[in-house]
């Protein structure tokens, strides 16, 4: 069995311009579409095994064509969730100047945008829809949060406190001018 997802994708039929090209419509539409489409080859594909095995066909066959239209689905959503987050990303983006300017920060925007980039590439590995939704509902109440000035200025700050954090002494006499000894005898409680 050819994986239903090679057939529908790889055909060339599925983004062919005429029939699913780049959607001027919502990318929700779309991706409904394309699970519309896999589902009917799906059927298909179920509609050929039973008809060349009398009408019973094979239980390994049919459960693959579950198998496949189960990815098919989660292809779809996850295509969904990564679109979701783009936008949230953008309107992060979006918003860098702004932030600096209502919070007043000493740091510059670009900085800003450097650090929402860090962020969103720290859960760019991420395939799970349903943690990628989690996130992308904690990003959204932050991102209401920065906008509508519910932080202090010094909540905001904390995002930069490993780039303002003073160096961490290395050499004996580093530690020693910076009062850190960690050899240092503790007087007995």
Not at 90 to 109: F, G, K, M, S, T
């Amino acid at each position: 069995i050819s994986c239903t997802i090679d057939k529908v994708v790889g055909s060339g039929d599925c983004f062919s311009p005429g029939k699913f090209g780049p959607p001027p419509r919502g990318i929700v539409e779309w991706c409904s579409e394309l699970t519309r489409a896999v589902f009917t080859a799906n059927q298909e594909q179920q509609d050929f095994f039973s008809l060349r095995d009398g009408g019973y066909g094979q239980a390994s066959e049919y459960h693959n064509t579950i198998e496949t239209s189960k990815d098919n689905s989660q292809l779809a959503t996850l295509l969904v969730a990564q679109a979701r987050s783009r936008s949230l990303y953008r309107d992060w983006y979006r918003a860098a100047p702004e932030i600096c300017q209502l919070y007043a920060l000493d740091v510059p925007y670009p900085t800003l945008r450097a650090k929402i980039r860090q962020i969103f590439d720290r859960y760019s590995h991420l395939k799970d829809t349903q943690a990628i939704d989690v996130l992308i509902a904690k990003s959204h109440m932050e991102y209401q949060e920065f906008v509508n000035v519910w932080k202090m200025p010094s909540q905001v700050m904390r995002y930069f406190e490993s780039e303002q954090a003073p160096p961490v002494p290395n050499s004996f006499m580093d530690k020693f001018l910076a009062g850190k000894d960690d050899n240092a005898v503790l007087p007995g409680a």
